[in-house]
């Protein structure tokens, strides 16, 4: 089955730096669009960025552009989340997500699989 794990959460200093990883397994990881969201405690979850399945392809939530980059390693089956100038607002649970549907770019409603989710706490 599909399965997709984060990793690289933690806790940072605003201002500071993480970069969270994503590795997918039980399907052909070069064929699926991917992104990444976060839900902070109270709140609804945010799209923070999505990449295409060749990773030719990015688009980011408002609220992290030029903060935030996504990219991807197929060989490794990996996706990334590079989060720099990191703030208070930034802390949250990050999801690594994927669709069912191969070569398509979905909505931010159109992730059907997803990760257990890591912590990302920044300290003001």
Do not use: H
């Amino acid at each position: 089955q599909v399965q997709l794990v984060e990793s690289g959460g933690g806790l940072v200093q605003a201002g500071g730096s993480l970069r969270l990883s994503c590795a997918a397994s039980g399907r052909t990881f070069s064929l699926y669009s991917t992104a990444w969201f976060r839900q902070a405690p109270g709140k609804e979850r945010e799209f923070v960025a999505a990449i295409s399945w060749g990773g030719g392809s990015t688009s980011y939530g408002d609220s992290v552009k030029g903060r935030f980059t996504i990219s991807r390693d197929n060989a490794k089956n990996t996706v990334y989340l590079q989060m720099n100038s990191l703030k208070p607002e930034d802390t949250a649970v990050y999801y690594c997500a994927g669709p069912k549907a191969p070569l398509t770019t979905p909505p931010k409603e159109g992730y059907d699989y997803w990760g257990q989710g890591t912590q990302v706490t920044v300290s003001s």
